[in-house]
């Protein structure tokens, strides 16, 4: 049997409960992070723009709907499943230009500021690449449900750093030096998940998808070129000549 047949002929529903698992831990992650980080993001000065709060929303509006389709797996509705899919596919195309504009927004708001680091535009161009491929992977494997819903859970875990940084910065708040530091910092939580994703598919299925180990080696091939762009003095002035280009600050 081919890998791919083996991959389709998987016990899917014997992943349901993982799926649930992991999706409960990202959202745990958004809102922990996020709920610490709240008041401070509402006595910003001046005032967070309104890119800002459109981008917080349709980023949780997508959550919810990949959410609501692991439910509808879960309770059984395919049908609805795959017409809501097409709407999560759309939904996910208006994200990626959404998170960019909105990234290049806080940058020019933070010019002048002591905690300005136009380099840190690496890590929001890694997410979008990283989140468009599972998203674009996973419309291409619809048939093959295993490999398909490992890579939309791969999505969320793509763009769920934001909420896990926040975890680390004002709930755990202890900083590392040098470059490890800053991708324990940023990439401890999408680490854990990719570890639980491999582990779960070795002792459950005795192999690892191909979804789960060509999206952990994109994610961690990503953070390690993030990482390196984050302390390189050429590409922070590169992001800065960008932001400048950018101008707008909402």
Do not use: C
């Amino acid at each position: 049997m081919s890998s791919s047949k083996l991959s389709a002929a998987l016990p899917t529903h014997t992943d349901r409960k993982a799926y649930v698992v992991w999706m409960a831990i990202i959202w745990a992650a958004i809102l922990g992070g996020f709920g610490l980080d709240f008041i401070r993001y509402l006595h910003e000065t001046p005032p967070p723009p309104i890119i800002l709060h459109i981008h917080g929303a349709v980023y949780v509006v997508w959550l919810i709907l990949v959410s609501v389709q692991i439910f509808l797996v879960e309770a059984g509705d395919v049908r609805l499943h795959m017409r809501l899919g097409w709407a999560t596919a759309i939904f996910s195309a208006v994200l990626v230009p959404m998170g960019l504009a909105a990234a290049l927004v806080d940058q020019v708001r933070q010019i002048g500021h002591p905690d300005y680091a136009p380099q840190f535009l690496a890590l929001e161009f890694e997410e979008m690449i990283a989140f468009s491929t599972f998203i674009i992977a996973g419309l291409l494997t619809r048939r093959n449900p295993a490999e398909h819903k490992r890579y939309m859970i791969l999505s969320a875990v793509a763009i769920s750093d934001a909420g896990f940084a926040r975890i680390w910065l004002n709930g755990i708040n202890h900083t590392f030096p040098g470059p490890f530091g800053w991708w324990i910092q940023y990439f401890w939580g999408i680490t854990l998940l990719l570890i639980a994703m491999l582990a779960w598919d070795w002792f459950k299925h005795h192999r690892v998808m191909h979804s789960v180990l060509w999206g952990a080696a994109l994610l961690w091939g990503g953070e390690v070129i993030v990482t390196i762009l984050n302390f390189s003095p050429s590409w922070k002035a590169s992001m800065a000549a960008l932001v400048k280009m950018w101008s707008y600050a909402g």
